[in-house]
C-alpha cells in the first residue's frame, strides 16, 4: 500500500470533505492502486501555500477515461467509518477544533487565526 499526496485549493476539497463527492480526477502519473491512501491536504486560494488542513482517503476503484489525455477517475472514501465530530487541537497554537469528520480522518488542522496570521 502506498500513501499518495495531492495538494487542492479549498474550493475542490470542500465537496471532498463535505462528503458530496466520493472520487477524484487525475492524470494516471503515479501507479495508483485499489487500497492506497490519499492525503489531500488543503491550498489557501490566494497565496496558494498550504493551510494545515490535510484528510486521509482510500481509493476504492480506478477506471481509466480514455487515451490520450491519461485521466483516470480515483473513487475514494474514508479509510475508517464514522460519523461524528472530534475535537483535535490545532498544530500551530493548540486551540480546540472541533470538526465534523463525516467519515473521514483529518490529519491535520489549523485553526482560522493561525492561517490568518500566517497569510
Excluded: W
Excluded at 479549498?10 to 472520487?23: A, C, H, N, Y
Excluded at 491550498?43 to 493551510?51: E, I, N, Q, V, W
Excluded at 491519461?70 to 486551540?95: D, H, Q, Y
Aim: with cysteine.
Amino acid at each position: 500500500m502506498v500513501t499518495h499526496l495531492f495538494q487542492l485549493p479549498s474550493g475542490l476539497l470542500k465537496p471532498i470533505v463535505e462528503g458530496t463527492q466520493s472520487f477524484h480526477v487525475t492524470f494516471i502519473d503515479a501507479d495508483y492502486r485499489v487500497g492506497d491512501n490519499i492525503v489531500f491536504q488543503e491550498l489557501d486560494r490566494d497565496s496558494a501555500s498550504f493551510t494545515g488542513f490535510e484528510i486521509l482517503m482510500r481509493i476504492v476503484y480506478i477506471q481509466p477515461i480514455g487515451h490520450p489525455t491519461n485521466l483516470a477517475v480515483l473513487g475514494i472514501k474514508p479509510p475508517i467509518s464514522r460519523r461524528a465530530s472530534k475535537t483535535i487541537m490545532c498544530s500551530e497554537c493548540g486551540a480546540s477544533l472541533v470538526i465534523g469528520t463525516h467519515e473521514m480522518t483529518i490529519l491535520n488542522a489549523v485553526c482560522g487565526a493561525c492561517v490568518a496570521r500566517n497569510s
